[in-house]
């Protein structure tokens, strides 16, 4: 059965940092791409960051030089650092793998799955 579970939320001053992590199971962890998105009230979900089985990351730009995004392939595990927190990053904060495997998805785009976790929350608040 797949897992993702998030963990590491809560309420923070701004200015100040949380880790965020995301444990996962059942799918082969090292061949996927990991991802952070959040969705705050009235808000599309937006991406934060994310990175590849090769561990080359991206970011949002209201993100860069703020949060930080790893992983640890023997634990199964993706981190998001967030630091220098602002009221606006107050959100449900989700973590997503996407099968990057075989020649399909290098042909195509199309990922062979787009796994969700249930969210965990961030609220920054003074």
């Known amino acids: 059965q797949v897992q993702l579970v998030e963990s590491g939320g809560g309420l923070v001053q701004p200015g100040g940092s949380l880790n965020l992590s995301c444990a996962t199971s059942?799918?082969?962890?090292?061949?996927?791409?990991m991802s952070w998105y959040r969705q705050a009230p009235g808000k599309e979900r937006e991406l934060v960051a994310s990175?590849?089985?090769?561990?080359?990351?991206n970011y949002a730009d209201s993100m860069k030089g703020r949060f930080t995004i790893s992983r640890d392939n023997a634990k199964a595990t993706v981190y998001l650092q967030m630091n220098s927190l602002k009221p606006e990053d107050t959100a449900v904060y989700y973590c997503?793998?996407?099968?990057?495997?075989?020649?399909?998805?290098?042909?195509?785009?199309?990922?062979?799955?787009?796994?969700w976790g249930q969210g965990t929350q961030v609220t920054v608040s003074s």
């Open positions: 059942g799918f082969t962890f090292s061949s996927s791409a």
């Open positions: 997503n793998a996407r099968g990057e495997r075989g020649l399909y998805y290098r042909l195509s785009g199309v990922p062979q799955y787009d796994y």
């Open positions: 990175i590849s089985k090769t561990a080359t990351t």
